[in-house]
């Protein structure tokens, strides 16, 4: 070992899912929009002056929160955004869970928590979710030095209801209570109305799902001043600049078009119905998906070799080989068409 290695910092990095090169895959393994952005961002994008780009862009990112204050009905000094929600997640980790008891999530949850805990030097627990795939909210009754979770639950589309969300956030008054939702606008009821009653909340969202925007790089989180006031500080402390301009022009454009995004949300979770309905008649079971992706596998049918076939035919999906999610594979909710091109080739793969 060279001497300066002992130095280096040792971590196992996350693994984000697969980007083909070849833009002609169904692409089905990551989450994304199968919708382009909002005419109002493509609008924007056109008229962005190129020049403006040799100025440092504005520190508080200031009319991208604003938008987002407006469209929530929070003040401005509510809301904290980042380079998507993992920047934003980031942030609260080093922010908010910074003590020796172990912070607490799902084993089977967003595999990001665990590698931002390792990097931190956070301790953590994962309690594990019930035979249905559900969070026990009993779990975190114990103490902690805070609570994360995704609601929908990723990688298992399960929504939590919000009474049982309030529960957790209430019997953790102690600690911060951040609610991952990324995927809130698909299905589930989000924890935004609890802010007002709850100081100990933060709620986390995206624009890389229901926004069409993970090319851009843009989360948020919402919660009382003092949380968020926190949340700056640590990012001043980290990197003033996070937010580029072109992606708080066009952030602010996306909020503003309602109709696009009601629109879009809309036809995913038509879609998400009638893909549940075949992947039932071709004998897939799922837990009742709430995000725009389904978590199925089929009893009998070997996922991760129905994967692989899968990527043969250009069809990618996302398969975790771990435990108790190893038959399971997760599906992105794609146009009708892209979910037409699947099934075409579920039902051959299936009759052999
Ligand atoms: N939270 C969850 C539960 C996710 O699945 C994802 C997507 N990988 C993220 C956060 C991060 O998304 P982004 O950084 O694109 O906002």
Known sequence: MKPWEANIRKVTPYVPGEQPKNADVIKLNTNENPYGPAPAVKRALKEFDAELLRLYPDPASDVLVDALAKRYGLGKDQIFVGVGSDDVLAMAFL???NSDRP???PDISYSFYSVWAELYGIPYERPALDDGFQIRKEDYYKENGGVIFPNPNA????ALGLADVEDIIARNRGSVVIVDEAYIDFGGESAL????KYENLLVVQTFSKSRSLAGLRIGYAMG?????KALND??????SYTMNRTSLVLGAAAVKDEAYFQETVGKIKATRERTKER???LGFVYPEPSANFIFAGRPGTDAKALFEALREKDIYVRYFDAPRIDRYLRITIGTDEQMER?????ENYLKH
């Open 193 to 196: 109305g609890l802010l007002s």
């Open 224 to 228: 009382n001043p003092a949380l968020i």
């Open 234 to 239: 640590v990012k001043y402390s980290f990197n």
């Open 103 to 105: 912070i607490l999530f």
């Open 155 to 158: 990688p298992t589309s399960l």
């Open 95 to 97: 922010t908010f869970f």
């Open 342 to 346: 699947l099934f075409d080739f579920l």
């Open 279 to 281: 992947l039932k008649a």
